[in-house]
């Protein structure tokens, strides 16, 4: 026989000796009313004086929990709300207190009377409870640097100014700039090559005269980037790329030092294109140079302000998807305007696209999903740099993973490095994921969505939301769930849904951070690129009358050649690895 089992006849056993005890003492002690009816007068404290062993002190805490339970199947009674036995009514009014409770009532409740207040009593522990957790909760907030209470205001709609007295911003809470310049002082540790080009060129000032008008991540990372620029003599206003990747924190640090900064997480369209015109369209102030990341900026002032566009010296584009769209105004004679492709740059494409996505593609994806990712079937579409780097990361993490790929030369090197290489309608309705990080547009269409399996996750590595048709998925037959931040579950009709997340944005900086170290190697490379800019062209007076064979040759998109990126590679490894 169990020690439990033991125990419970035990505690039966001196129940029934308690049970038979009280009976005496009621019997003892009834004393008539007026209208004729016994009071009841046991307690605790009676028990003791007929010397009745303390349950509570000989019983451990499941015996206890038994004998009340059996006493009142017994009696009939039922249960206060900490557990204590409730007994049967009586009409005399004499007060009782119950030990646990430490209550005293001045009128024995009815039958009716006892059920509602045992559930008042439950009702106020739990309120209380609750109002407790409510006062952590607000202590903790308090403590935060995110305030609640700014989260439902636009901050279009809010007037703030830095501790200078500047409003030349627009960002979610100038409150958090102390912790964005914790989050900026950390970013510098781990970006040893940005800082020493800092020190080493902040005297001679290469950028003096430099107004730069800037739209990229706005991350702990590139405020490092800005406050190079500028340290170097440049003068800066900057917007956000991308609607989910902004730190709040950080854009606040950055407003706090008077950068003119207009950006903050959880844009709209509209923000987000209201953001770029508060940068660009300024008084007195005409920029002369561009520092893109997907060409949305570019695009804004060659449509909106042509002029003005025809005033800058050089731009510096990041992106492949921004690369792609100069190559267009190139091609079709509409760029009057130098451009410098960092994308197919050495730096860009062997560090930042290869390294950094193999190592942010698993933390954006374990975020938001928490899904085990060992043994899942998963297609990547494009096996460019960003697409070695995402199946390297989950081949290691025991996915099977197929490659869509229409380049030969990419499709040949994901053959030989042992991935199945396929069409993404042969396997679409088995795959537990879909990744696109191909830099094109409607790569997985509606048609393709729409044959997916119950609880595919759909997410983009690429720069551009327009690789995943989700404007397609915006229909009234199609209900959208939001689960958490950066993730949506779709439905269709007949209960099939999809995970979407970061509504098909760049997966990795909108739902997670990326290595801080691999961005300083880029940020280098735009900074010398940038210089390089506005040493060569800045100082040239340029002529109105460029034409033919001299704007063909002015007005087109650069590449750095390789023995640069060499050289930069260089300066980036001397100071981490000695």
């Excluded at 030349?168 to 964005?180: E, L, P, T, V």
Aim: charged share 25%; net charge neutral.
């Amino acid at each position: 026989m169990s020690l439990q089992v033991v125990t419970a006849k035990m505690a039966e056993v001196e129940l029934k000796e308690a049970v038979v005890a009280l009976d005496k003492v009621n019997a003892e002690k009834n004393v008539q009313t007026k209208d004729g009816e016994p009071a009841a007068t046991s307690s605790a404290e009676e028990i003791k004086q007929h010397h009745l062993p303390p349950l509570s002190n000989t019983m451990p805490k499941d015996s206890k929990s038994a004998m009340k339970s059996t006493e009142a199947a017994q009696n009939g009674d039922t249960f206060n709300a900490d557990g204590t036995v409730m007994e049967a009514p009586r009409t005399v009014k004499k007060q009782i207190q119950f030990a646990d409770q430490k209550q005293e009532f001045n009128k024995r409740p009815t039958k009716i009377g006892r059920r509602s207040l045992s559930r008042s009593i439950s009702q106020s522990s739990t309120d209380s409870y609750s109002s407790e957790l409510m006062g952590m909760s607000n202590q903790n907030n308090a403590a935060s640097y995110t305030d609640s209470s700014d989260d439902e205001t636009s901050p279009r709609d809010k007037q703030q100014k830095n501790s200078k007295g500047s409003s030349d911003f627009c960002i979610k809470n100038i409150k958090q700039a102390d912790f964005g310049r914790r989050e900026i002082e950390i970013a510098e540790q781990e970006m040893p090559a940005l800082m020493a080009l800092r020190k080493r060129a902040q005297g001679e000032k290469p950028l003096a005269g430099a107004k730069i008008v800037g739209c990229t991540h706005i991350t702990a990372q590139t405020a490092v980037l800005m406050e190079t620029l500028a340290a170097l003599g440049a003068q800066c206003r900057w917007a956000a790329c991308n609607i989910y990747s902004t730190q709040n924190e950080v854009a606040a640090a950055l407003a706090e030092n008077s950068y003119p900064v207009f950006a903050w997480k959880g844009e709209s369209e509209d923000d987000f294109w209201w953001c770029i015109d508060r940068c660009v369209n300024v008084e007195g102030w005409q920029p002369n140079m561009i520092l893109d990341d997907g060409g949305d900026l570019t695009h804004w002032i060659y449509k909106k302000y042509p002029n003005m566009f025809k005033k800058i010296k050089g731009i510096v584009e990041e992106s492949v998807t921004g690369v792609h769209r100069l190559y267009q105004l190139s091609k079709a004679g509409k760029l009057c305007v130098p451009a410098m492709n960092v994308n197919d740059s050495v730096t860009k494409q062997k560090f930042d696209n290869l390294y950094c996505c193999r190592e942010s593609i698993l933390d954006g994806l374990k975020r938001t999903t928490d899904v085990m990712f060992g043994g899942k079937q998963i297609v990547v579409c494009g096996y460019g740099e960003v697409g070695k780097g995402c199946c390297a990361a989950l081949k290691a993490m025991g996915s099977i993973v197929y490659v869509t790929e229409i380049d030969p030369i990419c499709a040949l090197q994901a053959c030989m490095d042992g991935f199945r290489l396929v069409k993404l309608n042969e396997v679409i309705r088995q795959v537990d994921a879909v990744i696109t990080c191909t830099g094109n547009k409607n790569v997985v269409t509606r048609e393709h969505l729409d044959r997916m399996k119950n609880g595919c996750i759909v997410c983009n590595m690429g720069h551009s939301n327009t690789e995943i048709d989700v404007a397609s998925l915006r229909t009234p037959e199609l209900t959208w769930e939001r689960v958490r931040s950066q993730v949506d579950h779709v439905i269709w009709p007949d209960g099939k849904r999809i995970v979407l997340l970061a509504e098909g944005r760049l997966l990795n900086l909108s739902c997670s951070t990326v290595p801080t170290f691999v961005l300083s190697i880029t940020a280098t490379t735009q900074v010398g690129k940038t210089t390089i800019y506005q040493v060569l062209l800045a100082k040239l007076s340029r002529p109105s009358s460029i034409c033919g064979k001299e704007a063909e040759l002015m007005f087109q998109v650069w590449c750095l050649f390789r023995r640069a990126d060499i050289i930069w590679v260089q300066q980036v490894a001397s100071k981490p690895l000695g």
